[in-house]
Nanobody, 118 residues
Framework: VQLQASGGGLVPAGGSLRLSCVAS????????TGWFRQAPGKEREFVAG????????DYAESVKGRFTVSRDIAKNTMYLQMNSLKPEDTGVYYC????????????WGQGTQVTVSS
């Protein structure tokens, strides 16, 4: 499975961005997918996750009510709609996927930079 993330950019606080993650290869093997992020000098942290063919969705407390994760299986694409962005949302956002586990992803995209200015 290969993942390609895109959609990052520079936005002012309160703005919105939509990240996309296109999966290719053996997408039939995907069980779960989601997003992590890494701010400068910090550990990579979970943001949101969704089952590839199910309804289960999970969010980090810090993004609940502001971010929405979704996927379009027909397009092999996962999305992260980010609203009411805050400067602390700044970081590199990575999409991940796995065949068996919920958020301990085996496959990772290359990351896309999100910068929120205050």
């Amino acid at each position: 499975v290969q993942l390609q993330a895109s959609g990052g950019g520079l936005v002012p606080a309160g703005g919105s961005l939509r990240l996309s993650c296109v999966a290719s290869g053996r997408t039939d093997r995907i069980f779960s997918t989601g997003w992590f992020r890494q701010a400068p000098g910090k550990e990579r942290e979970f943001v949101a996750g969704i089952l590839w063919r199910g309804q289960s969705i999970d969010y980090a407390e810090s993004v609940k009510g502001r971010f929405t994760v979704s996927r379009d299986i027909a397009k092999n694409t996962m999305y992260l709609q980010m609203n009411s962005l805050k400067p602390e949302d700044t970081g590199v956002y990575y999409c991940g996927a796995d065949q068996y586990r919920l958020t301990d992803y085996t496959y990772w995209g290359q990351g896309t930079q999100v910068t929120v200015s205050s």
